[in-house]
């Protein structure tokens, strides 16, 4: 520095704080406390939600016979063929499970709603893939953002370690990936 002292008056501001632990500035607004999970692009989902709905209402006026009663009946036929077929009855019944967990669980990881992965319609090889890899029922972080991660809006989750967040985020990811289609899916 060689004789000259060092002005800070450009480099600080004037004042920081008091040195008190509290926000001096009287327009400083403290933001109110946000939700642990975020959804963006709602109106926008909601829109094309609509939009879908009149797509599938215009397309179901159109089927040949115009008889709901024809088409549900079809359905309900398939529906209980596929109850019947027992290799889709007992698929959880021939899975290499791993030993049960025993460790202690805290009620981060305990307070669910009560749901299960096959609420979320997955496909039956992720169902497979994720009870053979020792889970056994969704954590809170993923009952609350993997239905909204399927519907392909974003979230924003916070959770503490070991709760389950890298699963929230590969489950739906890992559901949307088409095994058909051999490019980079995104």
Known sequence: MQGRAMNNK??????LGRGRGANTNPSFQSRPEQSQ??????VQNHHHFQQQQHHHHHLRNQLPGGNDSTVADEVEKTVQSEAVDSSSQDWKARLKMPPSNTRYKTEDVT??????FEDYFLK?????????????????????SIPIALTGSDILSRAKNGTGKTAAFCIPALEKIDQDNNVIQG
Request: charged share 30%.
């Open 10 to 15: 450009g480099r600080y501001p004037s004042v």
């Open 37 to 42: 999970y975020a959804q963006r692009n709602l």
């Open 111 to 116: 307070a669910t709603k009560g749901n299960e």
């Open 124 to 144: 039956r090889e992720l169902l497979m893939g994720i009870y053979e890899k020792g889970f056994e029922r969704p954590s809170p972080i993923q009952e609350e």
